[in-house]
């Protein structure tokens, strides 16, 4: 009997030996240890015996289960101590390996110089409206003066939703929006999306404008010119920047100017950015036509205003010296990514 418990130890302890899981060496427990393991039923046999060697019988067995539960003890910890060695093993961390970048993200061209003008007005006091982009043909055109018969109201210029309804062609319908919902004095600018049936290297059917919208008591055009002046400096960099006022045509707009800075490449001298003028085109305004302000309920016996658009797209162009308006909206990151 002695010998058969010798035995029964022995191949434990070389079951014990071979587990190399802690889910091995859990079956291995089962097998001897557990409710129906070979110790177990040993221990049960021993009703078998006479009463005279059960003693003896049963003492044998339970040193046998205890060197059993001892060994597979000690694998356990071994066992434990060599997961935890791989693991640290495993998510070692080599510290002189280059690291790896969060490539970072940058802000458009477009919304850079948004974010300047915007900046720049609101020192001036402007505050910020936003209309929508889907228009009534009433406050896109009709209110503003354009006639039925204006060419901008072209199938071919404009986007038509409906016989009433259109993507704006332009932030001006702003104007309408804020002097028939606000009474003088009014400062206002008015960015956003705009939308022309058009498609080259200068025209996007989708580009971007700012508003500026003025009205008050004796405002007049040289309050245009000196606060576009101050905008522009600030956009361009430079304090050296003039600006020259060209006569030209809006319908909402009476008198209408064209508005140019002096070249910020060659200070006026003439170079190829302003093709040997001096002078670069920036943008339209004039002082708000008499018949809008009545349209809109304000008294043009009273109030005067002023009102401008400047297209974002030219002037990141001009800023930037981006060649092709196309390039803003193809979002390529090689080109986007040079704005940081
Ligand atoms: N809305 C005009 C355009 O899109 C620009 C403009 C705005 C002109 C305000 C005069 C006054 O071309």
């Known amino acids: ?21 802690g889910k091995l060496l859990n079956d291995v427990k089962v097998e001897f240890l557990g409710k129906n393991g070979s110790v177990t039923s040993l221990m049960k046999g021993m009703r078998d015996l006479p009463p005279e060697e059960r003693p003896t019988f049963g003492q044998l067995v339970n040193e046998m289960r205890a060197k059993i539960e001892k060994a597979i003890s000690e694998k356990e910890a071994e066992l434990k101590k060599k997961e935890i060695a791989e693991r640290l093993e495993a998510e070692s961390i080599d510290v002189t390996l280059p690291g790896k970048c969060v490539k970072e993200g940058t802000l458009h061209p477009i919304t850079l110089v948004k974010n300047q003008l915007i900046d720049a007005f609101q020192g001036l006091g402007f505050q910020i409206y936003e209309g929508p ?28 939703v409906t016989d009433n309804i259109l993507l704006r062609t332009h932030t001006s319908p702003g104007q309408v929006r804020v002097m028939t919902s606000s009474k003088p004095p009014i400062k206002v600018m008015c960015p956003g999306r705009v939308y022309r049936s058009d498609d080259d290297a200068t025209h996007s059917p989708i580009f971007h404008q700012i508003e500026g919208l003025v009205v008050d008591k004796n405002v007049s055009l040289c309050d245009l010119k000196g606060s576009l002046e101050t905008i522009l400096k600030k956009v361009f960099n430079s304090d050296d920047i003039k ?39 920036v943008l339209g305004g004039g002082m708000v036509n008499r018949k809008v302000l009545e349209m809109c309920g304000i008294d043009p016996d009273v109030y005067s205003g002023y009102a401008f658009g400047i297209g974002l797209e030219r002037i990141a162009m001009l800023k930037y010296h981006i060649p092709d308006i196309r390039m803003f909206f193809e979002n390529d990151i090689r080109f986007t990514e040079q704005f940081k």
């Open 243 to 281: 600006t020259r006022l060209r006569p030209s045509y809006f319908p909402f707009t009476e008198p209408s100017v064209e508005i140019d800075v002096s070249c910020f490449e060659c200070g006026g001298k003439g170079c190829k950015l302003c093709k040997g003028t001096g002078w670069i085109e």
């Open 133 to 160: 982009e889907i228009e009534l043909d009433k406050i896109n055109f009709q209110m503003l003066n354009i006639p039925e018969d204006h060419p901008a109201r072209d199938m071919q210029d404009t986007f038509y």
């Open 1 to 21: 009997m002695k010998e058969r418990i010798e035995e029964l130890v022995n191949l434990a302890n070389k079951r014990i030996s071979e587990a190399l899981s």
